[in-house]
Every structure is written in structure tokens, then in C-alpha cells.
């Protein structure tokens, strides 16, 4: 049965880091892009990075290029982890981070994705 389950959320000082990590169990999770998405209170959720189902293509929003870092590892049996490496936190980073997935890699837009994991919250204050 596929899966999404985040980790690795906390609080941090800004300028702080965070590794989240999503386990994509499922067979058919080890081709899909994984995308990871954020929402803070009040706003809507935005789009911060994807992976291609290979790991080799990835795609980050322009908000955190540069901070953000996203990597995938494959793996033999039926479960791929997609970590998100965040450093040079802010505070506008603070929110709740889901990971998605879907069978077509590229997209950006958050109603796309059929799957979701059930979120990680990630709060940047001093």
C-alpha cells in the first residue's frame, strides 16, 4: 500500500538547519516524483521543491534556491526515502511541510498530487 510519511520537523533558530525526510513505501512510489510543499497559518500551500522518480531531475522554488537542497535514495525493497535539507532558515520558512507524490515529474501546483503524507512542522524563531 503506498505511503507517505514525513519526519524531522522541529523548532530552529533562524539561520539554523533542518533535514525533513519523507519514507515513500509502495511499489509504485519508486518511480513517482516527490515533491515537497509548505503551508503556514493563513496562507495557502506552496510549492518548495520536487525529485525526479530516478532522483537525476530536480526542481526548487526560487524562495529557496540556493538554502534548500533535495535528494533521493533508492532503495532495493519497496520503500524510497526523499530527504529535504533545509539551511539558512528563516522565519518566513516556518510552516507545516508535506511530501506528495505523482507520476509525471514537473509540476508545481499542489492539487496535482493524488498522495500526500500527513505533514511535518517546521517552526524558525529565536
Known amino acids: 500500500q503506498e505511503q507517505l510519511v514525513e519526519s524531522g520537523g522541529g523548532l530552529v533558530q533562524p539561520g539554523g538547519s533542518l533535514r525533513l525526510s519523507c519514507a515513500a513505501s509502495g511499489r509504485a512510489f519508486s518511480t513517482y516524483a516527490i515533491a515537497w510543499f509548505r503551508q503556514a497559518p493563513g496562507k495557502e500551500r506552496e510549492f518548495v521543491a520536487v525529485i525526479s522518480g530516478t532522483g537525476g531531475i530536480t526542481n526548487l522554488a526560487h524562495s529557496v534556491k540556493g538554502r534548500f537542497t533535495i535528494s533521493r535514495d533508492k532503495a532495493e525493497n519497496t520503500q524510497d526515502t526523499v530527504y529535504l535539507q533545509l539551511t539558512g532558515l528563516k522565519v518566513d520558512d516556518t510552516g507545516v511541510y508535506y511530501c506528495?507524490?505523482?507520476?509525471?515529474?514537473?509540476?508545481?501546483?499542489?492539487?496535482?498530487?493524488?498522495?500526500w503524507g500527513q505533514g511535518t512542522q517546521v517552526t524558525v524563531s529565536s
Open positions: 506528495a507524490a505523482n507520476w509525471a515529474f514537473g509540476s508545481t501546483v499542489s492539487s496535482d498530487y493524488a498522495y
